[in-house]
């Protein structure tokens, strides 16, 4: 009987680090270019992340907030960019990798398969890449925290 | 019944718990987020991209066919000036005319790769390997028998245009592209090349000291997301014989990304028209050449090589078939800078450059025909 608690206790901790370990990619980032800041969440077992502020949210052609216009689909052309969700379907598949997903660059309106490896609590690696992570393309994001008052 | 109400009561609470988490995402507080810093606040280094916007998009892999319309050549006789200390001065611009036909098909297989090793913001590394096949049809004025001729060393040797006929000429690169940003403005670019080029053929490759080295290097300033300049020297075989000229990078996209210029000068210099997204226009002017080794020439150690050199006026459209593959379509003039030849002292390269007096050991005369190209290319997001 204590073996059998033993055991549960055990696995029920090493799914609790792994859950943690999958937490540590919640939070608010900033790409390499420093242009935006990428919130991401988890739902359900899934991580999600959205742009949350732009460096230079208006489109200095119309003045007005800068919309999805490069995205293929006719219809999201108008769909505002902050608050867009540019990365979708993120699993954790533990030691700091998050795979399955997919980034979006509104630059070019183009989607690409996306691995996440956590360089260090800070610091992300986020590769975009094409069919093969050969064809693709890395970035760091760095993580941000709220400034204290 | 009660348990009908309670399912009610229990959809209600979902429905209303569904339609807050809507609203609270719509009613996201985005100023907060101004408040944001970085949690490591160790000054972070930003760095130039590796491209500007418009850009005809890069190649991973390139498939394409090159064919040429048909033309005639003259072929001097073929000289040594290294084994004899006989050749052609610079300046003779019509030896005797040894040779002469039209050459009904000249073209083949093109494939080029450029894939990335190393592809990070502070340092992209693409590597590739390409493979040029040219391949002739030739009909000579007189039969290929009487082109025959016998080398200083006693051999009997089949003439230039037979052994284009038979043999083609390939050429095999190997190119490396560094790309370092030093910052978010500069960058430096660094370009190697390895070519064995010949009438070689797969099963059997000519000595590899007759590999061919190119190089450049580019230091440049992107200035913002449309446009991007660049100045540098290169090593190159473009013009045929080894040669060492300055580079101008001037990649530039006007704000409405219609209309933009892709230079690397002397290499290449094109004014684009984006009909889209998904399709552009290109005119403009390639330079592309080699020197290949003829086997059948290079006697007493020597190497025997064809300085092949052509400037390539076109117009190139590309237009995305599906996903990330493209389809090109070039129309162009193959104008003649160089099909001359040089025999080269223990297979080492010399430098004649523009001035240079050294004799050579083939002038040669093609004329300008139109030329095609079709091809298929995976290429980079």
Known sequence: ?149 | MKHTYLKLILFSFILLGSFFTFAQEDEEDWDMYDNFELEDDTPVKRYAAPTVSGMSPQRFISVSFDAQMPYNYEFSEVRFPRSTGQGFDVDESNPGVRESGTADFTGGLRINTNIPIISKSSFVWQSGINFMDTRYSISPDAEFGESRFTLPNGNEARGLGQILNEDGLRNINWTNTLFFPMNETEFIVFQGQMDMSGNFALDSFQPLNTIRYSAAAVYGRRVNDYFRWGVGVSRTYRVGNMNYVPVIMYDWTSKNRKWGTEILFPARAYVRYNFSKNSLLLAGFDLEGQSYHIDEYSINGNSYEIRRGEVRPKIEFQTKLTGYIWASIQAGYRWDWSYDADELDSSRDFFRGFFGNQDFGMINTLENPFYFNVGLNFVSP
């Open chain 1, 1 to 149: 009987m204590k073996k059998t608690i033993l055991l549960a206790a055990v696995f029920l901790m090493s799914l609790t680090g792994f859950a943690q370990d999958a937490d540590a990619l919640v939070g608010v980032w900033e790409p390499g270019h420093g242009k935006a800041k990428v919130k991401i969440d988890q739902i359900d077992d899934k991580f999600y992340g959205k742009i949350v502020w732009l460096k230079e949210p208006n489109d200095p052609d119309t003045g007005e907030p800068k919309l999805d216009k490069n995205n293929p689909d006719k219809s999201m052309q108008d769909v505002p960019l902050r608050g867009y969700r540019i990365l979708k379907d993120f699993e954790y598949k533990g030691d700091g990798v998050w795979e399955e997903g997919t980034i979006y660059d509104p630059e070019k309106g183009e989607t690409y398969d996306c691995v996440i490896t956590m360089k260090d609590e800070n610091t992300l690696d986020i590769r975009g890449y094409i069919g093969v992570k050969t064809f693709g393309r890395s970035d760091t994001w760095r993580r941000l925290k709220m400034k204290k008052k």
